[in-house]
């Protein structure tokens, strides 16, 4: 098991422009996890999925923000018409279904950098 | 409002000391508290939780936390800093309530010198 993966790990682009990160969690991990983290700030929670489903929204995803699960594997985060605002480290975290050792931890990627000009 | 503090932006110690980077929440209920470090570009490795039962944990790298519940504070220990130690520092809080988003100090710097 390789760990949680993400892909871009940096990522730049200009205001306005449209943006996808992808995320793989590791295997089996069933829950899923998006957090953005600003220069000398923890990482905020952005939005989490169980299996297929997003059963959580932070309000810091605006409706410029969609996030999606299809499969209950891999995760996508794409941020619509980019903002300077949105430059951050985006990162996803995975952990395993309830009842299984480790449940109540979270196990980070490496996370996206983004930097929008 | 829900919320982590680490009090301090760095903290600075010496190859062989021991070292402390407190942690102090502001949570309801039993909450579920954690340690993560991050390296330079680089995402958060997990260290060490509290769950439930003894209030002192044992992590990776030889680190350690104290659970102090009266205090509301959890505060990551080593008895004897590496160089290699050299890193950010966040400490986290899970809330156990409908939601299951980890919740995050600002970070604390460790520097440890040779």
């Known amino acids: 098991d390789t760990g949680v993966s993400q892909d871009p790990r940096h990522k730049i682009t200009k205001r306005g422009q449209n943006v996808t990160f992808r995320c793989d969690p590791i295997s089996e991990h069933n829950r899923l996890y998006w957090y953005r983290q600003t220069l000398g700030q923890g990482p905020e929670f952005l939005t989490y999925f169980q299996n297929e489903a997003q059963l959580e929204k932070s309000r810091l995803l605006s409706d410029r923000f969609s996030a999606e699960r299809p499969k209950g594997s891999f995760s996508t985060l794409e941020i619509q018409r980019t903002e300077q605002g949105d430059s951050a480290m985006y990162l996803c975290?995975?952990?395993?279904?309830?009842?299984?050792?480790?449940?109540?931890?979270?196990?980070f990627g490496p996370g996206t950098r983004l930097t929008v000009l | 409002a829900q919320s982590v503090a680490q009090p301090e932006d760095q903290v600075n110690v010496a190859e062989g000391n021991p070292l402390t980077v407190k942690c102090t929440y502001s949570v309801s209920g039993n909450p579920y508290l954690f340690w993560y470090v991050q390296y330079p570009n680089r995402g958060l490795q997990f260290l060490l939780k509290?769950?439930?039962?003894?209030?002192l944990v044992k992590g990776s790298y030889g680190f350690e936390a104290e659970f102090n519940k009266s205090q509301t504070s959890f505060h990551l220990k080593k008895p004897s800093a590496l160089v290699s130690d050299s890193a950010l520092y966040f400490c986290?809080?899970?809330?156990?309530?409908?939601?299951?988003?980890?919740?995050f100090g600002k970070g604390t710097t460790l520097s440890v010198s040779s």
């Open positions: 986290a809080v899970d809330p156990r309530e409908a939601g299951t988003a980890l919740i």
């Open positions: 975290a995975s952990s395993p279904p309830q009842g299984i050792e480790d449940t109540d931890t979270q196990y």
């Open positions: 509290y769950i439930t039962g003894d209030n």
